[in-house]
């Protein structure tokens, strides 16, 4: 942190792997959706050997500044899932608040706005709506969040 600026850089997940021995294997078959029929599991011919599963180091960095009514700021992250990039800011428009900013992940652009209202010094309420494709279709879709700010700092 630097005056209203505030930097960052990270790697995670380094030396991040497990190693598997006495692997098993099996099938687990529902026999049927509406019959309320319980699963069926059968075994599968048992891997040999040992496994090695290592998930690739995650490199992250941000920028992010502070004015006086307004703060933007910006973020990388490169690894397990591509590249991913995310930014946005707000403007303090007395007791309200208006957010708006985006993210590239997987490949797709995803937008997202939000408002909120100090109702005292101490609580808010919060609401954005922002684009998703965490469906299992992967189809960009809308979704709304709602959330309740309590601040139990004081000041002195």
């Known amino acids: 942190v630097i005056n209203r ?6 790697a995670n997940g380094v030396a991040n792997r497990i190693e598997w021995d006495s692997l098993s294997s099996e099938q687990v078959v529902l026999q049927s959706l509406f019959q309320g029929r319980n699963f069926v599991r059968r075994p599968l011919a048992v891997p040999t050997g040992k496994r090695r599963v290592s998930l690739p180091v995650q490199y992250a960095g941000a920028v992010g500044y502070r004015g006086n009514q307004w703060s933007a700021r910006g973020e990388f992250s ?13 403007h ?14 997987l490949k797709r652009w995803h ?7 100090n109702l ?3 609580f808010g309420i919060d609401m954005a709506a922002f ?4 469906n299992i279709e992967r189809k960009k879709k809308w979704a709304l969040a709602l ?3 309590l601040d ?4 002195r």
Request: glycine share 20%.
């Open 152 to 155: 139990r700092s004081e000041t």
């Open 120 to 122: 005292t010094k101490n």
């Open 5 to 10: 600026w505030d930097f960052s850089v990270g």
């Open 147 to 149: 959330s309740l700010r």
């Open 131 to 134: 684009q998703t494709t965490a």
């Open 78 to 90: 490169q690894g397990l899932q591509d590249l991913s990039l995310r930014g946005g800011g707000e």
């Open 111 to 117: 937008a997202s706005a939000g408002i909120g209202f």
């Open 92 to 105: 303090l428009l007395g007791p309200v608040i208006v957010r708006g900013g985006g993210r590239y992940q």
